[in-house]
C-alpha cells in the first residue's frame, strides 16, 4: 500500500518554472514505476511524463518533452516534476501515480497505475 502526496503547484506566468513533488509513503519506494498525469478544465485525464523501475528510463509526451523532467530520489521517497517553459496549456490540476506491476508498454496508461495522489493545482497565466 502506497500513499502519495504531490505539493509544489501554483500560479506562475507564461514562460515561468515550477517544480511539483510527490512524496510516497509505505516501504518499497524503488519498486514502483512513478508517473505525472493531469487534468485539464474539461478535458480528460493525460499523460505527462514516467520513470520506470525495470529500466530506469523516463517517457513524456509529446507536448511537454524538452520542457518537464521528471526525476526520482529513492532515498527520500520522491518523485518530482520540474517543468519550464511553462504555457497556458499547461494548466491543470497534476497528479502523481505509482505502481509496482505495470510493464513498460503500458507506461502511459492511467489505468494500470493502483496509487493515485490527490493532486496539485497549477495555473499557467498569459
Known amino acids: 500500500q502506497v500513499q502519495l502526496v504531490e505539493s509544489g503547484g501554483g500560479l506562475v506566468q507564461d514562460g515561468g518554472s515550477l517544480r511539483l513533488s510527490c512524496v510516497a509513503s509505505?516501504?518499497?519506494?524503488?519498486?514502483?514505476?512513478m508517473a505525472w498525469f493531469r487534468r485539464a478544465p474539461g478535458k480528460e485525464r493525460e499523460f505527462v511524463a514516467a520513470?520506470?523501475?525495470?529500466?530506469?528510463?523516463?517517457y513524456y509526451a509529446d507536448s511537454v518533452k524538452g520542457r518537464f523532467t521528471i526525476s526520482r530520489d529513492n532515498a527520500k521517497n520522491t518523485v518530482y516534476l520540474q517543468m519550464t517553459s511553462l504555457q497556458p496549456e499547461d494548466t491543470a490540476v497534476y497528479y502523481c501515480a505509482a505502481d509496482s506491476r505495470i510493464i513498460v508498454g503500458l507506461i502511459r496508461s492511467a489505468s494500470q497505475y493502483d496509487y493515485w495522489g490527490q493532486g496539485t493545482q497549477v495555473t499557467v497565466s498569459s
Open positions: 509505505g516501504s518499497g519506494f524503488s519498486r514502483y514505476s
Open positions: 520513470m520506470s523501475r525495470n529500466n530506469g528510463h523516463s
